[in-house]
């Protein structure tokens, strides 16, 4: 799985966007190809297409979160509330960690609430995200 976390990080070094980086070295496990994981993370890059909210490589790893735990019948209550429940804990994980999930606050442009703030570049919170997915991958979260 360290082969994973490598290949977001250079993803993310070649020129593909934080939620592109993580949600393509991951979507083949599911059996999606790099084409379209590329475009379907695209629009997540830079906290929502560049607007800073929600940084792009949660979305990411909440897409894959999904790849992973999602359903696919309108009734499964208990399937929603597994894959919800994991991205609560991807997502408290990552809060945890930078002291946020908002990139406005990630990358200092706007302050966050958070005494444990610890503001990072965009290629270590790629590589927390590709790690704490290869955590949850281990089925260590679920």
Partial sequence: MESRVEKVILLFKQGYN????????YADLFGRDSEMSFKL???FGGGLAGMC???GTVSAMCMVAGLAKGI?????KEGKKSCFELVHVLTDKFRQENGSII???????????SVD?????????????AQLYR????RKYW
């Fill in 18 to 25: 934080c939620a592109q980086s993580v949600f393509a070295a």
């Fill in 72 to 76: 696919t019948e309108p009734g499964d």
């Fill in 117 to 129: 703030f610890k503001r990072k570049l965009c290629v270590e919170q790629v590589r927390y995200c």
């Fill in 53 to 55: 909210e929600v940084c």
């Fill in 41 to 43: 993370a695209t629009p």
């Fill in 135 to 138: 955590n949850v991958n281990d």
């Fill in 103 to 113: 990139r406005k606050q990630l990358i200092g442009l706007e302050p966050c609430v």
